[in-house]
């Protein structure tokens, strides 16, 4: 459909499928989705604040506790809102002027299953938040106006009750007993040969529907709702037992400059909220804000007299407005401060006015940490959305985490990654989706803040967004009903019900997985099966990413890593495009080359597994030659993840097609190479390392199945050159690394002066490395410059040597760096790094690898790869460098293309142009540096 067909689409539908959808339905599909992506970074920041020695406490919104007593009645929209269990828009907007019965059916229905989803999954998360706080010594703390709300919510509903505990939890468990007795029945039922089998991806949507409508007669039951309510809130008796946060908490002091921040605090979030909203609960959840927001001062201020990490307090809620008002908070109080500073009562007027003013401006300024200086360290009220206020969407996390991983003993490089706690990339859901914003880090909560806040001016809507917007709808919705099946199924399966379970694996097909009964864990093919459909969900979000990139003239800066493939014929030739191609990623080709990934999948195969890994490590790589790394890498993550899940017992083995061993051998290098990228410390370079040992040691595996599987296809040999060379990446990496902190991190500066050898002295073992991977480097016997002249990286056939030429083109430029980094520390007076002990220079070693390099990156201009950014400033510098050297017989053969004194900063400038990794920028501002020096020296 043109872009044309669908700004005219009528409402006169001739079918489900023909209804229109608005571009304000797929506006507020990005918006929600990016609201949901910027709460779960409050989980990233929760985890990594306790990962350090911080303590959590929980206080929550009254709607959380009411939510979890009756979900059904508030999950669903209602009143032309949104409910709480309903994150994503509806997939029909209403259409009054429909005649259609049929359509108004369909539409009706549709909407019931939305209905039912939202309830369930409202019943899933306040159920999280219920085991989150559970090991909370003190239970249900609030923050005293959501006390007031819980009380009289109580109050409501023991007056409609008035029943004591025991008859309340009876009526509640019968609500229970009657899904478990209706599942049954359907689970049970006779198998009538006449019959059609449920297909297993229905299967789990049926049962959740069940639980679903019993959800729907226990919200009409008040007494069930009572027991539900004192449930959550860990009551043994008939009596609420929530405490008011300020009777376990040091409370916040009477002082005046906390008084005026309390007038400030309630001056802004009374703009913030929406200024039609008023009642009580708009007011409680005002002043509520405001009392988190001086509770947590407390609490920080003491962490820093301290020394310590001290404790948070954290607000859950069910309202959005309450996370969008506390990610808005900050700026518009700094904006606002002096006009609200005048209108605090003990003010005064005229010259009084002004002398409060000159006092208290400085002062409310250092209380709220605004000045940028303060703002390095002291983030607690920039970032109080991120730290103090946890949106229930943002537990969505806990529906995706996948289940423990099964290890295999047996199997290789497992031991290093085998206690890796859960990484960021894995809780986050949609991050592909947002491509088009993201740098090398991850999405900035900034552009997340411009798209929930304006999504008229930041979300493009992309051709054929009709599609794309039922495909996302429908995606989200198998994941959240194939979890919230899961979890039904559990709660139905008692320990003990073998025929129930036996029911459940005959209706789920996995008596026919091949697997030995006794060895099936159904609690385990439950969690696999939510995983493919999250695998499924994800993809679908990071393809309609990719779409919107090549919308927006995105083009690659990378060459791509150095991936191998053998007997995928489609993935090779997406991958071989990526190398020469800058615009091929999420272009038309692209997208008709990603739907034909199928072809290098057994077509026999039961599942999507294969396919699934395959685009996932396909986007991992077209996101790298992008510098999306985080991105890259969450997607790795996700390929990993499928290999790893295939290990654990009762499942049966991935389906691939011909010679392929299902190892992670490729999604392994390409991690090693985005951990790298992403590095600021030496623990993440010991992530990449891992990473590559891992890759090699699949490797090493698939070549030995290889020579002994009968029925062997010919194949080239992995060549172990790409694992020399980034070797030699990792060590640059911590070379790189250790220089920044003995040069207090600045690199121009520190490279324009002599250095001293106290600094260099202590990179002493990080140049030993160095010189041991460029030895092991030129020592392999794919390690062939010698060549180079009469091989191109596109004209061979073999994929060994099309995979080598790109292993050599990062050779060359890692050569380069090599070369810098001795021409430097020579020019210091030290040691280079190919001076023996002696004194002497080696006969044969960088000087003529340089030459050699060079020539290579020439090769790679003319066509062979992409010239990225950084491949090109390194050809010219080496150029630079070989035009100055006297001994460079040879390389005037090469052409030499020197920066020019007159250009160079120019020159730099202009490749200096966007968001690149902390040792990156290191390392080009060391080069522009260097750079600098050739030229006085010259």
């Known amino acids: 459909m043109t872009v044309e067909e669908e700004n005219n689409v009528t409402l006169e539908p001739i079918s489900a499928g023909s209804i229109s959808v608005s571009k304000r339905q797929y506006r507020d599909l990005v918006q929600s989705v990016a609201f949901i992506e910027r709460e779960t970074r409050s989980e990233f920041a929760e985890k990594d604040f306790v990962a350090n020695g911080g303590a959590i406490r929980y206080v929550l919104d009254s709607n959380v506790i009411r939510a979890y007593g009756a979900p059904y009645r508030h999950g669903r929209k209602a009143h032309g809102s949104f409910g709480f269990g309903q994150f994503l828009p509806r997939r029909f907007r209403p259409l009054y002027a429909l005649n259609d019965e049929t359509l108004r059916k369909t539409v009706a229905l549709t909407n019931q299953q939305e209905d039912r989803t939202a309830g369930n999954l409202l019943k899933a998360l306040t159920g999280s938040v219920k085991t989150r706080i559970e090991g909370q010594k003190t239970r249900i703390l609030q923050l005293t106006p959501h006390v007031t709300e819980s009380k009289s919510h109580y109050r409501l509903l023991v007056s409609r009750v008035r029943e004591n505990r025991l008859n309340a939890k009876k009526k509640a468990e019968l609500i229970e007993?009657?899904?478990?007795?209706?599942?049954?029945?359907?689970?049970?039922?006779?198998?009538?040969a006449n019959i059609p089998a449920i297909p297993p991806d229905q299967y789990l949507n049926i049962i959740q529907n069940v639980y679903a409508r019993a959800e729907e007669l226990g919200d009409l039951n008040p007494a069930a709702e009572l027991y539900r309510f004192l449930e959550f809130c860990g009551a043994t008796t008939d009596e609420f037992e929530g405490k008011d946060i300020l009777e376990v908490n040091s409370g916040i002091p009477s002082a005046e400059h906390f008084k005026i921040a309390r007038h400030l605090l309630s001056q802004t979030f009374n703009e913030l909220f929406s200024k039609g909203e008023t009642g009580s609960r708009v007011e409680n959840d005002r002043e509520a804000l405001v009392q988190l927001a001086l509770l947590n001062k407390v609490n920080h201020d003491e962490r820093h007299a301290y020394g310590g990490n001290s404790t948070r307090v954290v607000l859950i809620t069910c309202t959005d407005e309450i996370s969008r008002a506390a990610y808005r908070a900050h700026d518009h109080l700094r904006s606002n401060l002096a006009e609200y500073l005048r209108t605090y009562p003990g003010a005064g007027k005229g010259s009084d006015l002004k002398e409060f003013l000159r006092r208290n401006i400085r002062s409310m300024e250092r209380f709220f940490a605004f000045t940028e200086d303060a703002q390095k360290d002291d983030r607690w009220f920039k970032a109080f959305g991120l730290l103090y206020v946890r949106h229930i969407s943002g537990f969505l996390g806990n529906l995706s985490e996948a289940s423990d991983t099964y290890w295999d003993e047996s199997a290789p490089s497992t031991a290093e990654t085998r206690q890796a706690p859960t990484r960021h990339e894995s809780i986050a859901l949609f991050s592909g989706l947002f491509l088009e914003q993201t740098a090398r880090t991850e999405l900035p909560l900034s552009v997340l803040s411009d798209i929930i806040n304006e999504p008229k001016r930041f979300v493009h809507i992309p051709p054929g967004f009709r599609v794309s917007f039922i495909d996302l709808l429908k995606k989200w919705r198998d994941f959240i009903q194939n979890a919230l099946g899961r979890s039904d199924i559990h709660l139905s399966t008692e320990p003990d019900d073998e025929a129930l379970k036996e029911a459940f694996k005959s209706g789920l097909g996995l008596i026919a997985t091949g697997c030995n009964k006794v060895d099936i864990d159904i609690s385990a093919i439950l969690s696999e099966m939510v995983e493919r459909s999250r695998d499924r969900m994800i993809l679908q979000f990071s393809f309609h990413g990719t779409e919107l990139a090549s919308i927006s003239g995105r083009t690659s800066r990378r060459t791509p890593p150095d991936l191998f493939f053998r007997n995928l014929y489609v993935s090779f030739s997406m991958f071989e495009k990526m190398s020469i191609n800058a615009r091929y990623p999420g272009s038309t080709e692209w997208l008709s080359d990603y739907d034909r990934i199928v072809e290098d999948c057994d077509p026999t195969a039961s599942d999507d597994r294969w396919e699934n890994h395959l685009k996932f490590l396909v986007l991992a790589a077209s996101f790298s030659c992008l510098e999306n790394w985080s991105v890259a890498r969450g997607h790795l993550s996700r390929a990993l993840d499928i290999i790893n899940r295939a290990k654990r017992p009762g499942l049966p083995p991935i389906e691939t097609r011909d010679q392929n061993n299902p190892s992670g051998r490729e999604a392994n290098f390409l991690q090693s190479v985005c951990e790298r990228m992403l590095a600021d410390d030496a623990i993440a370079l010991g992530r990449a390392d891992a990473a590559l040992r891992a890759s090699e040691a699949c490797a090493i595996e698939d070549q030995r199945k290889d020579t002994t599987s009968a029925n062997l296809l010919s194949s080239e040999p992995i060549s172990t050159l790409r694992y020399r060379n980034e070797e030699l990446s990792i060590a640059l990496a911590r070379y790189y690394l250790k220089r920044m902190d003995s040069c207090g991190g600045v690199a121009a500066n520190s490279l324009e002066i002599s250095a001293s050898a106290e600094k260099l002295q202590k990179c002493d073992s990080e140049i030993k490395a160095l010189r041991s991977c460029f030895e092991q480097l030129k020592a392999h016997e794919d390690f062939d410059f010698a060549n180079v002249e009469t091989a191109t990286i596109t004209s061979e056939t073999a994929i060994r040597r099309q995979m080598l030429g790109l292993t050599l083109i990062s050779a060359a430029t890692n050569i380069v760096q090599l070369a810098v980094i001795d021409r430097y520390w020579q020019q210091a007076d030290q040691k280079g790094l190919f001076t023996i002990d002696s004194g002497d220079r080696e006969p044969v070693g960088l000087n003529e690898c340089l030459t050699q390099a060079l020539r290579y990156l020439v090769a790679a201009k003319k066509g062979g790869a992409i010239?990225?950014?950084?491949?090109?400033?390194?050809?010219?510098?080496?150029?630079?460098?070989?035009?100055?050297?006297?001994?460079?017989?040879?390389?005037?053969?090469?052409?030499?293309?020197?920066?020019?004194?007159?250009?160079?900063?120019?020159?730099?400038?202009?490749?200096?142009?966007?968001?690149?990794?902390?040792?990156?920028?290191?390392?080009?501002?060391?080069?522009?540096?260097?750079?600098?020096?050739?030229?006085?020296?010259?």
């Open 177 to 192: 007993t009657v899904a478990r007795v209706t599942l049954e029945r359907f689970v049970l039922r006779p198998q009538d």
């Open 867 to 938: 010239e990225a950014s950084l491949t090109h400033v390194y050809r010219r510098v080496a150029s630079t460098m070989l035009e100055n050297d006297d001994a460079s017989g040879r390389a005037a053969e090469i052409g030499l293309e020197p920066i020019a004194t007159e250009e160079r900063d120019e020159f730099f400038e202009r490749f200096r142009s966007g968001d690149i990794s902390k040792i990156d920028h290191w390392r080009y501002e060391s080069v522009h540096a260097f750079v600098k020096r050739l030229h006085k020296q010259a």
